[in-house]
């Protein structure tokens, strides 16, 4: 995607193929960093201090800690238990996010068909580099799959703008490219339909507004942040067209892990008879999971992070307590939204409703 004219990725190997380069997503939008990944540990700190998040991202992040894992190997051979004890450490980074067991599930097999070390260490950096490509080419697919939804209603509409609600941020930066959530958003955009965005602020780390935010302003779509708990109001008044999130784990029935809050977003839409879509790469869905409710994971992060905002003052970078120092919160990271509530998924290979025998029709080989 484009910042200030560059094309830039939001993960990449740099010329020597031995460090991960990465986009410190904390900094954003006062400052854009990039960060040297070098060893499992510096890649296991990026996903669990959210340098990098997003589900197809962790996913990224998750196959090329594998592959920096092969590179630091303490034995000449790459022994395998060892590999499987660092796996079990980047998996436990971020719980929620099944696109991270995945992407190092995807390079651990990769390596298991070689023996030597140089033969086990090209395998995890060729296989990380095609998860990566294949995330960009599935969420490319997401938006000319998606884009027809925009462009019918604005056809109904008479070419009037489209408004579209999304929830934390699936854009480029929770991916490689396009992004999910945002991938039909930017085709529309680029074939020259009328569209606007509300972007929920998603507290407690503002990911809505510091993240997707900037970059719908980068790439020139028309936006507007809103509080959390603005959405029900402005759908009660025909302010929303349609709600496009993403998903860090979708089961095969249609259940929806996503940031805190979109199941309350679910409900306002079901209740205004605003369409309700999930955008997803295959890799989001799990297919051992059937109730999302009671089998999803759901990560429980630092209170701090509710209890504290952080900002940018005339001196820089800053962190404000805004409760009673004395008061405990919870910070629940995740939400399940029911099937019922959704009212199709949005993949490379279509849209299909949120049930186990269209979503598996979609996804025949997943049995």
Not at 39 to 67: Q, W
Not at 182 to 201: K, Q, R, S
């Amino acid at each position: 995607m484009k910042v200030d004219g560059q094309d830039i990725r939001t993960i990449w190997l740099d010329k020597n193929k031995k460090i991960v380069k990465i986009i410190d997503q904390r900094k954003l939008p006062h400052e854009f960093v990039i960060v040297d990944l070098k060893t499992v540990d510096d890649a296991i700190t990026a996903i669990e201090d959210m340098y990098v998040r997003g589900a197809p991202l962790i996913g990224a992040t998750g196959a090329y800690a594998i592959y920096l894992a092969t590179l630091n190997a303490p034995d000449a051979q790459i022994d395998n238990d060892y590999l499987a004890q660092e796996a079990g450490r980047i998996k436990a980074a971020r719980p929620t996010a099944v696109n991270l067991s995945w992407g190092v599930d995807e390079v651990l097999s990769a390596i298991g068909q070689h023996t030597g070390a140089q033969e086990k260490i090209k395998a995890a950096r060729e296989t990380a580099g095609a998860i990566t490509e294949q995330e960009v080419e599935k969420c490319r697919k997401i938006g000319e799959h998606g884009r027809p939804l925009i462009e019918q209603i604005s056809q109904q509409k008479g070419g009037k703008t489209v408004n579209v609600l999304t929830h934390c941020n699936a854009g480029w930066l929770a991916c490689i490219e396009h992004g999910t959530a945002t991938a039909p958003i930017y085709a529309a955009h680029d074939h020259g339909l009328d569209v606007h965005v509300w972007v929920d602020e998603t507290r407690p780390l503002n990911q809505g507004t510091r993240l997707t935010a900037w970059e719908l302003g980068k790439q020139g779509v028309k936006h507007t942040i809103i509080t959390d708990n603005a959405g029900g109001h402005i759908m009660q008044h025909g302010m929303v067209d349609l709600v496009i999130v993403g998903t860090d784990r979708t089961t095969f029935t249609g259940d929806v892990a996503n940031k805190i809050g979109t199941y309350l977003k679910a409900l306002a839409a079901r209740d205004n008879n605003v369409p309700f879509y999930v955008a997803l790469p295959s890799s989001s869905f799990d297919w051992e999971l059937e109730n999302g409710i009671r089998d999803i994971p759901i990560e429980e992060r630092d209170p701090d992070e509710i209890k504290y905002v952080p900002g940018v003052d005339k001196n820089g970078a800053t962190s404000v307590l805004i409760c009673p120092p004395s008061s405990p919160a919870a910070n629940f990271a995740f939400d399940v939204t029911p099937a019922k509530y959704v009212t199709g998924f949005i993949t490379e290979r279509g849209i299909c409703k949120a049930t186990e025998e269209d979503i598996r029709r979609l996804f025949p080989e997943k049995g």
